[in-house]
Nanobody
Framework: QVQLVESGGGLVQAGGSLRLSCAAS????????MGWFRQASGKEREFVAG????????WYADSVKGRFTINRDIAENTVYLQMNVLKSEDTAVYFC????????????????WGQGTQVTVSS
C-alpha cells in the first residue's frame, strides 16, 4: 500500500498562489490514479483534480479549471497541485488520494488518503 503526506498549505491573499505537495511512499505513484480533493468547513469532500497512472490528460472540477494544475514528479514520487488566482471559496482542507480506478472523481473510489493540509484564502 501507499502512504501519502501533504504539505504546502497556508494562508494566502485572494489572487495569490500556492503549490501543494503530496509525497508518496511504499509504492510508486504510477501504480495509481492520483487525485486532489478538498473539504470546506461544514461541506462534503469534493473532487478538485486527477492524474492518471499512465500520465494522460489530467481532469479538473469546473470550479478550478484554468486556475489549478496537477502534475507529478515520478523520480520524487510526488504529486503537486499548483493553485493560482486563489479565491476565498478555495478555502478548505486539501487531501491527496490514490485510486485504482481510472478517472476517479468520487471519494469512495479512492483507497488511500493523506492527512490533509489547510489552505486559507483571505479576501
Amino acid at each position: 500500500q501507499v502512504q501519502l503526506v501533504e504539505s504546502g498549505g497556508g494562508l494566502v491573499q485572494a489572487g495569490g498562489s500556492l503549490r501543494l505537495s503530496c509525497a508518496a511512499s511504499g509504492r510508486t505513484i504510477t501504480t495509481y490514479t492520483m487525485g486532489w480533493f478538498r473539504q470546506a468547513s461544514g461541506k462534503e469532500r469534493e473532487f478538485v483534480a486527477g492524474h492518471t497512472r499512465s500520465g494522460g490528460t489530467p481532469w479538473y472540477a469546473d470550479s478550478v479549471k484554468g486556475r489549478f494544475t496537477i502534475n507529478r514528479d515520478i523520480a520524487e514520487n510526488t504529486v503537486y497541485l499548483q493553485m493560482n488566482v486563489l479565491k476565498s471559496e478555495d478555502t478548505a482542507v486539501y487531501f491527496c488520494a490514490a485510486a485504482y480506478n481510472d478517472y476517479a472523481v468520487y471519494p469512495y473510489q479512492y483507497t488511500y488518503w493523506g492527512q490533509g493540509t489547510q489552505v486559507t484564502v483571505s479576501s
